[in-house]
Every structure is written in structure tokens, then in C-alpha cells.
């Protein structure tokens, strides 16, 4: 998994955190993020093997915490577009059932909520 500076992440640890320092875990602590918790990436540091260790804005003096234990928060913008196309497709449903009753009575009907 891939993290940037500056990027949200989301808390999956329930529990106590274990600091590092050089790269080894520390005692536990009760001040880091809990589980649900979003915190903003201040730094990123790889460790001994595949251990990478995140800094964060909102924990600045504590230290490191174990990237494994975070989740990005995907920023997708707001769209209505979907809903917009529904209604497109519900009038467009619509005016094609009009019609058709139009042509087998012979004469013009209006959409009643117009």
C-alpha cells in the first residue's frame, strides 16, 4: 500500500500502540490514534524489512506508529450526475409513454407534473 505526505488515513487498530525508536518498538502508549480515528501523514520513514513507519500532524511529539495499522480515505468529489441521469431517463420513460397513448387515442395528452 502506498502513502503520501499530507494524505488522510484511517485508524484500523483497536488497542494500546507500541512506539518506535530506531526501529524498535517501545512501551505502550494510550496517546496515538484509535481505532476510526483520521490523522493527516507529517512524514513517512521506511524501517528494517518492509515496516513503514508514519508520522502525523495531529501526533506530532509521540512518534512513529505502523503503517500496516492505516487505511487511505479515498477523497471522491460530490457528484449528483447519477441522480441527474435518472431523472433524465424518467423523463425520457415518460414522454415515450406519452406518445404512445397519444397515438392510440388520437388525441394530445400533457404530462401532468409539467
Request: aromatic share 10%; with cysteine.
Amino acid at each position: 500500500m502506498s502513502f503520501r505526505v499530507g494524505q488522510k488515513v484511517c485508524c484500523i487498530k483497536d488497542g494500546k500502540w507500541k512506539l518506535c525508536s530506531d526501529g524498535m518498538p517501545g512501551p505502550p502508549i494510550v496517546d496515538g490514534p484509535q481505532k476510526g480515528d483520521i490523522v493527516t501523514i507529517e512524514r513517512i520513514e521506511d524501517s528494517y524489512g518492509d515496516i513503514v513507519w508514519l508520522f502525523f500532524a495531529e501526533h506530532k511529539n509521540i512518534g512513529a506508529f505502523d503503517a500496516r495499522f492505516f487505511r487511505p480515505i479515498v477523497d471522491r468529489p460530490t457528484s449528483i450526475a447519477i441522480f441527474n441521469k435518472m431523472l433524465l431517463n424518467d423523463e425520457q420513460r415518460n414522454r415515450s409513454e406519452l406518445e404512445r397513448l397519444n397515438e392510440e387515442r388520437g388525441a394530445p395528452m400533457e404530462l401532468p407534473f409539467q
